[in-house]
């Protein structure tokens, strides 16, 4: 902060000489520095002496408790002035309440700011401690507000590879510290350290609550642990074994209630178990031990080389790098071809441009662009971007900036940026600055939290005539935190002036949405002269106008003349993911129909979201083996896919499943023909979502499990709603079917008898199962010649190949057409049944229809699953 300059605003502050820009100047000083409101308070006790002299000093002591380190928040009062008798002669009485008035109406203006400002979507709540002046008068204040509480942080998300989270919504981020959570996620590979240094290789699928720095609850997972000498005594907690380390490194595979086991890599750890009563176990370098549901422990042969590893997680991470900038790489391609592209700065090397000087430009790819339209850098290095090999461009002293021109008025704009922040050490770090003092003058900018000024807000500013104080500006929540620093993300706004709405987006995702002040049926942006990174005031301000500068990097920068959707931008950022727009027809095969004009590549994972209700047609040729497909992703979000020929693969990532319904969507999925092969298939997941398989022909290939319940068709889980019906063609599962898991309602129907086949777990070396929890149902519709068998076996020994009918599990009978008399075989099973109480839907009449278990084989046991009807 200048000293000087605060200073003299202060001296034009009390002395009624603040015009408008200088006035704003120094609210933005007072809001962003302890600093400069101590001193503040300091002038304003230096007036109020000498408009009462021979009293005693008076102020208010405004203490903000934020957290143990964070000094700066702390505003003091200023001690006592001596008394100037001699400067006091020299103040009129009405000019000295007039500043004494002026004082204390802008810092009650400014601590109502400070007690009620909103930060991160919700309102922060303070508490201002009760004051009292020098003289020990009464204390007095702010009463009843609430003290800003910081949970404590334990530990950090250090990295995450190929991560799949249950809730993505509430999933941690890396680099940020976390309390005391619980992380789950159906695969994939994360490392967590604590605050005492313990290292956690977590590997999917895992539930995993962080209880401390020292203790951990692990439900499901395989995870190694790295504990250093801090935090000897690490506790990890499972359903049947509690591991306490006593300074080592140790594996670990845990299934549940189902088994565990511990394999010891270095020195010494405690097993104890919370189910049996068994003496606790001391288990040492090179052994392990295997925990059976009964609490016994079992020796087994060490393993502990098959565990996650620091060396595999960065051999992830390295491929993963690879992946992503060879798809970064595709759709620069379709950014250079796309029409509407203003501005493209990928910052690489580029024999394009002929310059004695080819390191002070960047070359403006887009094809719209002249000769003479690419970017000049001034003071900047060079250095690496996202990925190795990439480059990007280091701003750090305030002359670091990349000058450029883009003519005109827009109506509709888009501006996205990969950034890495190094700091935020200004109340404003440019991003894309104009110094046109001009209607519709663009200002994108972080600005720092009022309150907190580690946490900065995306800031785009527009001004709505050429004075400074008329500005619209778009704040999105203060959620750019110091766990941000160091690494990249990509920020991103989109102007449609038409429908006079701003949005701004941090890595893909919303994170606000504001509408334009103006009250013209239209609004613009004014482009100019440009400025990355840095902003040099021009005619029409002041020149007392704050520097504002970025620190950090910048790897790439692009602008378009027109409105990108929310699936644009989300496609912009997850290079790995394919997203329908629908903007020409509604057949997969068109280009144009994909976010980026590219069709799903091999290893996409691909989201249909459909923007109206027209299906999209998938009807010839192949795909290429894509990660997965998502249908009606999101909240809000419909997706819809008719099948009628051609072959679609979604088998390249074994941990990705197909999706229908998903995060609140709506999805469905008509096959009337072709082939479908996907490694496994979940139908309505998650709380609000409802999905739709239904088959009338075709083939749909089942080929891997769902790791989280092994199972290969999951319908209805996780409080979702699910349909599978199948009335043609057929289904082929290498695992099991799993109805209505976790509270989740789940409908298997089968219809008539023109299905070929309903195998489940005969595909390749699979072993089948049925779960059918409480509340799904198994619905089935006689046909006149009968109805299609649901044959439930497989070549795995010891594996699957049970039926279980929870109780409250549901049955539903009726017929297609007439009814008809008679009985049928609904289910066939090679394995055992549990039968915890199946009954009838509320629509089945009963007086028609029974059902019963039979034993067919003459075995003993009973097989089979059959239905009567007596109309």
């Not at 008329?470 to 991103?492: E, N």
């Not at 609140?664 to 309505?684: D, F, K, P, R, T």
């Not at 777990?761 to 068998?789: I, P």
């Amino acid at each position: 902060m200048d000293i000087d300059r605060l200073s003299r605003l202060l001296d034009l502050y009390f002395d009624e000489g603040l015009d408008a820009d200088t006035k704003h100047e120094l609210e933005e000083m007072l809001l962003a520095s302890s600093l400069a409101r101590s001193l503040f308070w300091e002038r304003a006790q230096l007036n109020a002496h000498l408009r009462q002299q021979g009293q005693e000093g008076w102020g208010v002591e405004d203490v903000v408790s934020v957290d143990d380190t964070a000094s700066e928040d702390i505003v003091r009062a200023a001690g006592p002035v001596a008394r100037d008798d001699a400067a006091a002669s020299f103040h009129r009485p009405l000019f000295r309440w007039l500043v004494a008035g002026l004082a204390a109406s802008l810092m009650l203006v400014m601590i109502g700011q400070w007690v009620l400002h909103e930060v991160d979507g919700d309102l922060e709540r303070f508490r201002v401690a009760n004051v009292a002046s020098d003289m020990g008068r009464e204390p007095y204040g702010v009463e009843g507000t609430l003290v800003k509480q910081r949970d404590a942080w334990v530990a950090v998300l250090r990295k995450a590879v190929g991560v799949e989270w249950q809730n993505p919504i509430d999933a941690p981020v890396v680099g940020e510290p976390m309390k005391a959570r619980r992380i789950q996620f159906d695969n994939g590979l994360i490392e967590i350290q604590t605050n005492r240094g313990a290292l956690i290789l977590l590997e999917g699928p895992a539930d995993l609550e962080i209880v401390s720095d020292m203790e951990v609850r692990c439900q499901e997972g395989r995870l190694s642990v790295e504990v250093p000498p801090p935090a000897e005594g690490f506790l990890v907690h499972t359903p049947l074994v509690q591991v306490v380390d006593r300074g080592t490194a140790f594996a670990m595979d845990v299934k549940g209630d189902e088994k565990a086991e511990v394999h010891v890599i270095d020195g010494l750890v405690e097993l104890t178990s919370p189910v049996s009563d068994s003496p606790m176990r001391e288990v040492r370098e090179g052994e392990a031990i295997r925990i059976a549901s009964d609490g016994m422990f079992n020796d087994i042969r060490s393993a502990s080389d098959a565990f996650p590893s620091s060396a595999e997680i960065d051999s992830r991470t390295k491929s993963a790098a690879l992946e992503m900038r060879q798809a970064w790489r595709q759709r620069r391609d379709a950014i250079v071809d796309d029409p509407s592209c203003l501005v493209y700065f990928d910052f690489e090397k580029s024999r394009a441009v002929r310059s004695r000087y080819r390191d002070t430009i960047v070359p403006n790819h887009s094809k719209s662009a002249d000769a003479g339209e690419h970017g000049v850098v001034v003071g900047c290095d060079w250095t690496d971007g996202r990925w190795r090999g990439k480059r990007a461009l280091d701003f750090k002293n305030a002359s670091d900036r990349v000058l450029f021109s883009v003519d005109g008025k827009h109506e509709s704009l888009t501006c996205i940026t990969s950034v890495r922040l190094g700091a935020m050490d200004r109340a404003y770090s440019s991003l894309l600055m104009s110094g046109d003092a001009i209607e519709g003058e663009l200002q994108w900018q972080i600005s720092q939290n009022r309150l907190d000024n580690s946490m900065g807000r995306l800031n785009l500013g527009r001004r709505l005539d050429s004075q400074w104080n008329s500005m619209d500006s778009f704040l999105s929540d203060a959620i750019i935190g110091p766990q941000r620093l160091g690494t990249w993300m990509q920020l991103a706004f989109v102007w449609d002036g038409k429908e006079r709405i701003c949005s701004q987006y941090i890595d893909g995702k919303l994170v606000s949405r504001d509408f334009t002040r103006t009250s013209v049926d239209s609004s613009f942006l004014s482009t100019g002269r440009l400025e990355l990174g840095n902003w040099t005031p021009r005619e029409g301000f002041s020149l007392s106008s704050p520097v504002r500068n970025f620190n950090g990097r910048m790897d790439e920068f692009v602008m378009f003349d027109r409105v990108f959707s929310d699936q644009e931008i989300q496609a912009f950022h997850d290079l790995k993911s394919a997203y329908w727009s629908g903007a020409e027809s509604n057949e997969w095969g068109n280009p144009e129909n994909w976010s980026a004009q590219i069709l799903p590549v091999r290893g996409d994972d691909v989201y249909l979201d459909i923007p109206d209700q027209e299906n999209v047609v998938f009807n010839s040729g192949s795909t290429e083996d894509l990660n997965r497909v998502i249908l009606g992703s999101g909240t809000g979000r419909l997706g819809s896919l008719e099948i009628s020929g051609g072959k679609i693969l979604a088998t390249k990532n074994p941990d990705r499943h197909t999706r229908v319904g998903v995060a609140g969507g709506v999805g469905e999925v008509w096959q009337h023909a072709g082939e479908v092969n996907l490694n496994s298939l979940q139908i309505g997941l998650d709380p609000s979502s409802h999905g739709l398989y239904r088959m009338t022909g075709g083939n749909l290939l089942l080929s891997r499990a769902n790791n989280l319940t092994k199972c290969s068709l999951d319908v209805g889980p996780l409080y979702g709603d699910g349909t599978f019906e199948i009335s043609g063609g057929e289904l082929m599962t290498r695992r099991g079917v799993s109805l209505g898991r976790d509270e989740g309602r789940g409908v298997f129907s089968v219809i008539g008898d023109n299905a070929s086949a309903i195998e489940i777990g005969t595909y390749k070396d699979g072993a089948g199962f049925w779960h059918q929890n409480a509340g799904s149902t198994l619905k089935v519709r006689v046909g006149e010649s009968g109805l299609t068998r649901i044959n439930i076996g497989g070549e795995a020994e010891g594996e699957g190949v049970d039926v279980r009918f929870a109780n409250g599990a549901l049955i539903d009978l009726g017929f297609v057409d007439n009814s008809i008399a008679g009985e049928w075989d609904v289910m066939h099973w090679d394995g055992e049944l549990i039968d915890e109480g199946l009954q009838f839907g509320p629509e089945v009449n009963t007086d028609v229809w029974s059902f019963e278990f039979v034993d067919t084989d003459g075995s003993g046991s009973l097989d089979t699953l059959r239905v009567i009807a007596q109309p």
